[in-house]
């Protein structure tokens, strides 16, 4: 990535979006599945790119970035090293007190 900023998901972030993904097969096409995923693809380049560029949520030094209506990027950036720690890929349509940040 341009920026130097190295991008790594945790053991949660990369379960919930399995679980989005394996979902969506079930109720969404795989053209709408596709469409996902370059907006996902997109953001974390932007994430990498500036990751001052979203807003913080209310949790404290997390910030996310809404990938579609229904999936929010939760992420934490670490200056010294210059990496990206995504945390959670939530689905806003669970409850929001199963956010795990």
Known sequence: ???????????NALNELKEVFEYLEL??????????SQKIETT????????YLFPQSKHLKVRKAVVH????IYYREN???KTIQI???FSNRKNPNKLKV
């Open 1 to 11: 990535m341009k920026s130097g900023y190295k991008v790594e998901w945790t053991d």
């Open 44 to 51: 974390i380049k932007l994430i990498a790119e500036n990751p």
């Open 79 to 81: 200056d010294s090293n």
């Open 27 to 36: 109720k969404w096409t795989e053209r709408e599945s596709k469409k996902l």
């Open 69 to 72: 209506k229904l999936n929010t």
């Open 87 to 89: 945390l959670s890929f």
